[in-house]
């Protein structure tokens, strides 16, 4: 039994994400956690779900405590005082779908090992019901979100900039707008009202899903645009003209003001180049795609930081969950001494192209070896993650989604990116014939 993908559970709501399971997943859990907080994002199938894991963490004797409508980074702050964290999210997948996601206390996604237990005992239904007299108590926790902040505001300086927030109609409209006002910030609020239908914008903070942003940006007068996914794990930027600040150039940005003397950081196999180049004199170590293999590798590393282009920032000294919130408090810090503007420009430059082709999950595996033996011959072939080949100018990655039904194809190269992209686009559509 396969639950988990690269970021927990997912799928639609009612359909492949139930009740049942939920209750099995709190019941499976609390067979070896005696105490957790359970948060939710404002997603409409979200306060069921979490009522069914609830139930099931108290059958099993695991007490728990109720942290409300919060950002998975708040929640995950939360996890440190319990034995786990519970997140009743899909991130940024559209408001259709649900999601559950489980925390260590030090902020780490429960990792493989962790969640094939849980998969272990819901296939054998290995269950423990206790006693009437042991069942687990509820209880709430007011201050995750004042807490999340005042850690933040420990590390962050601040500034008197203006800032425009579109947090989506998500989770990140608890707390991002609220803590840039403590920092000193001009703070304009956008989509920021809690909505589970997200009917403003689909949740993924991606350069086409934020026009609305790069245009206040631009009619404000601001110097910076912030903008988070459905649960605030995400936190991507618009620069002062209004333009989107890519995922690979936050990395590299990110890094340089967080990493000093030769450092180690941890980034995804679908890393551009420009993180590489950037950061002369340091040790770039790939994985697998998705936040919680970036945060495994970063902590056996010892990394100084890492994150994904998706938007996904991990600062290991406060957490290894990625925490958009805390992301977006040190881009202020940043922006105040630099443009972010300027911060671009003074960044090497490599063209690349994303793009996804949908793919039957029943029909992955086949694809991908049809796949692997079309692009065999372009250059030197790794499969750490999906199938990536490197050629002299450049390179090229095709890896089906761990969380959706298709394969995405990035590609990047010094000249003739798009010929590239274009060739391995269509044998990806060939192959799917």
């Not at 199938?45 to 405590?65: D, F, P, Q, R, W």
């Not at 333009?243 to 150039?249: A, K, L, N, Q, R």
Request: glycine share 8%; net charge negative; proline share 4%.
């Amino acid at each position: 039994m396969k639950l988990f993908g690269s970021s927990g559970i997912r799928g639609l709501a009612n359909v492949e994400v139930t009740v049942d399971l939920a209750l099995k997943v709190g019941m499976a859990l609390g067979r070896s956690k005696k105490t957790a907080v359970i948060g939710r994002d404002p997603r409409v199938a979200g306060e069921m779900i979490e009522h069914a894991l609830i139930s099931g963490l108290m059958s099993a004797g695991c007490n728990v405590v109720r942290a409300g409508i919060l950002t998975t980074p708040t929640l995950a702050y939360a996890a440190r005082n319990y034995d786990c964290g519970v997140m009743v999210t899909a991130s940024h997948n559209p408001a259709q779908d649900v999601g559950i996601k489980l925390w260590n206390p030090d902020g780490m996604a429960f990792d493989s090992t962790q969640q094939e237990e849980i998969e272990y005992i819901i296939e054998k239904e290995d269950f423990v019901n206790v006693p009437w007299n042991r069942i687990g108590e509820i209880t709430s926790y007011e201050n995750a979100v004042r807490d999340h902040i005042d850690m933040i505001q420990s590390h962050s300086t601040g500034a008197p900039i203006r800032v425009v927030v579109d947090c989506g109609g998500g989770a990140g409209g608890t707390i991002t707008p609220f803590l840039l006002r403590e920092m000193g910030c001009e703070v304009i609020t956008l989509n920021s009202q809690i909505d589970g239908h997200f009917p403003a914008r689909n949740p993924e903070p991606k350069d086409s899903n934020l026009w609305m942003l790069k245009r206040a940006v631009t009619e404000f007068k601001a110097e910076l645009g912030i903008a988070h996914d459905g649960d605030a794990d995400r936190m991507m930027a618009v620069d002062e003209n209004g333009i989107f600040v890519s995922g690979d150039e936050m990395l590299a940005i990110f890094a340089r003001y967080e990493c000093k003397d030769n450092p180690k950081v941890v980034v995804p196999v679908d890393t551009s180049m420009i993180v590489d180049d950037a950061l002369p004199g340091s040790t770039i170590i790939h994985t697998r795609v998705g936040d919680v293999y970036v945060a495994e590798e970063m902590k056996k590393q010892k990394a100084d930081f890492g994150g994904e282009p998706s938007g996904s920032w991990i600062f290991p000294r406060i957490s290894y969950c990625p925490d958009g919130i805390y992301a977006a408090a040190l881009l202020v810090d940043i922006v105040k001494e630099k443009k972010l503007s300027v911060l671009r420009e003074e960044l090497p430059q490599y063209p690349t192209l994303r793009s996804t082709v949908e793919c039957d999950n029943s029909r992955k595996s086949e694809v991908m070896k049809a796949i692997s033996s079309r692009l065999a011959s372009m250059g030197e072939v790794s499969s750490i993650d999906g199938i990536r080949v490197d050629m002299e100018d450049g390179w090229v990655l095709v890896r089906p989604s761990g969380t959706e039904a298709k394969i995405r194809i990035t590609a990047e190269a010094r000249k003739n990116v798009e010929e590239l992209h274009a060739k391995v686009e269509t044998i990806v559509k060939e192959c799917l014939q």
